[in-house]
């Protein structure tokens, strides 16, 4: 029998389908779009993107693989503008403000084809610490309340391009679903004088039976009311409410199990289109007792159709402990 699920945080209420229950080989694969077009973020096109803000260098320089291991670049079609004032009015009851922010784009890697469980482990650490560097400089411009650390894998995911890359892009507002996180993690805390993420990190450490992988640092698992089929969280182990007061060590624990985590989607889920996202608190919040930052990761297997839409139920095939277990298994 399905069964609803309670998601423990902001109180969103999934449906577990077990009557409909899909195993990986279920889902269809997504078919690579090559148009053969240059890319701009392979070596010798560098000057198809604007100017690096950044750049790491690549000590093993080849010609075929450039002077560079990954570069941050402005988004040359950017949702939001870095220049000018926010400028807020009303217009009747209608609220409205400029389209001020930060959109960059983190080109992970020279190699177009490499992604990260194929990368070298300094290579999958470089893009956390791109990701923290730009945060804490973005962070000094009081314009910006809330900086999203987002990766789309795949045009069914919304990636444009299939050079490896994640984006940042930061906002004069707090985004809506953070602010329900937080306020959330916030009325558990005061209920009960306890993190809810650290109290999730204890369950399922005992329970064990959604974790896909854990080291010193971090635990990965399948969420108890996941949305959607193989939904993946990984969160650190201690308490931490800020992604950008990440130090050396848990950088490399962060790189180590995203690394062999998303491997295991590959070999289960045949390479599928996915999202990850940093959430994290926002920039102008003092370290949070109630929050706990942590990337969530959402392969692209089904569709989200009108009785989502209308009800806001997600409904899922896939139970999180069979996904975890599948994860969990694959080398």
Known sequence: MSEFRRDPIIGRWVIISTDRSRRPSDFKKEVSDNLNKPCPFCVGNEGMTPRAIITYKNLLAAKKTGDWSLRVVANKYPALAIEGSLNRKGEGMYDKMNGIGAHEVIIETPDHN??????????????????????TDLKRDQRFEY??????????????????????????????????????????????????????????????????????????FCPYASRSPFETWVIPKAHFSHFEYINENQVVSLGSIMKGLLKKMDNVLDTPPYNYIIHNSPLKDAELPHYHWHIEIMPKLVQVAGFEWGSGFYINPTPPEEAAKFLRESE
């Open 114 to 135: 490499k992604e990260i469980p194929d990368m070298a482990d300094k290579n999958v650490q470089d893009i956390f610490w791109a990701a923290k560097d730009r945060i």
């Open 147 to 220: 900086i999203l650390v987002l990766k789309n894998r795949g045009s069914a995911a919304g990636a444009t391009l299939a050079h490896p890359h994640s984006q940042l892009i930061a906002t004069p507002i707090v985004p809506k679903r953070v602010k329900e996180e937080i306020s959330g993690a916030k009325s558990y805390f005061e209920q009960k004088e306890r993190c809810v993420f650290c109290d999730i990190v204890t369950e399922e450490m005992s329970s064990i039976k959604r974790i896909v992988a854990e080291n010193e640092d971090f635990l990965a």
